[in-house]
């Protein structure tokens, strides 16, 4: 399964980044692998922290899929310090900021971001007093950790729970009993689903996903041409790049399509107008499209 990519602004801007699932705890390369059954937030904080939360006054479980502080945490070696002291902490102290892929994984309560898949100058830092994030022992360099990270996350090992992943990200373990009983009741959708946020969580499937079926040709890497430019405005600058996703969403792709209209629809309407209200239209609107058009 090869990677999505949303080009330009829309990847670096926090409240609309993608996210993919973390994988693995980089222990080995062909191992360590993440349970997918359960979100990375109810991994790192625990269920007697997420039982308390939900008896509280706003019952939840979860604050969100990639908050702005980890965002910014994630991407530390090439974010300017005067950015990072806006959104992470005021006083810059480089030791705080986890040192290796492995701390990474080990402090974060959100999910991964692309670039540790797709981008070896992520690894690299733009500060003198902030080392390099450090690689796995098996990864040479920077371009072999992506190249074999890419592979981990394609791999029939992944691929045999990535449906569980999806269903807790996108889909229906994200409200109502499912949530409840997979401890992923998000504080976004519990405070009124019916009320746009600016961001947080997007649910698109209210049935639980479909396995995909491991074959001996889904260990195939089959080259995908990149799909052209598609719009271009003013404020809006979308490239979609030809992805593997079709092929786990592919007999979809009819509703996938009618969900990009709509989601699209309000998100035109924030871009051009400034309505604020569209806010979480963003985020379903590129999911959706990737999706709809990744054939």
């Known amino acids: 399964m090869q990677l999505f990519s949303v080009h330009g602004d829309l990847l670096t801007f926090p409240r609309v980044a993608q996210v993919l699932p973390w994988v693995m705890d980089f222990s080995q390369p062909h191992g360590g692998w993440r349970d997918l059954a359960r ?102 360099t920077a371009a072999e950790f992506v190249r074999m990270h890419m592979d981990a996350l394609e791999s029939d090992d992944v691929s045999a729970g990535l449906h569980r992943w999806i269903d807790l990200t996108f889909g229906h373990q994200l409200t109502g009993p499912a949530a409840i ?44 041409p990149a799909l ?13 790049v030809g992805l593997g996703w079709g092929r786990v969403f592919g007999y979809l792709q009819p509703m996938l399509h009618v969900c990009a209209c709509v989601a699209m629809c309000g998100f035109l309407v924030h871009t051009m107008w400034g309505v604020a209200e569209f806010g979480p239209c963003r985020r379903a609107a590129h999911l959706a499209l990737l999706l709809a058009l990744d054939q």
């Open 228 to 240: 052209p430019r598609v719009m271009s405005w003013p404020r809006l600058r979308v490239e979609y």
């Open 181 to 224: 009983d997979a401890k992923n009741v998000v504080l976004s959708l519990s405070r009124r689903p019916d009320i746009p946020v600016c961001h947080g969580a997007v649910q698109l499937f209210t049935q639980p996903h479909p396995a995909r079926p491991i074959t001996p040709s889904s260990a195939v890497t089959v080259e995908v």
């Open 39 to 140: 979100s990375k937030f109810r991994m790192n904080k625990g269920d007697a922290q997420l039982d308390m939360t939900y008896s509280g006054e706003e019952p939840h479980h979860v604050t969100d899929t990639l908050s702005e502080l980890t965002y910014y945490v994630y991407r530390a070696r090439r974010t300017p310090r005067a950015t990072l002291c806006r959104h992470v902490r005021r006083q810059w102290v480089p030791n705080e900021y986890p040192g290796s892929m492995a701390r990474l994984y080990t402090w974060t309560p959100d999910e991964c971001i692309p670039a540790f898949f797709t981008d070896p100058s992520i690894f690299a830092s733009i500060h003198e007093d902030l080392p390099d994030l450090e690689l796995p022992a098996w990864a040479a």
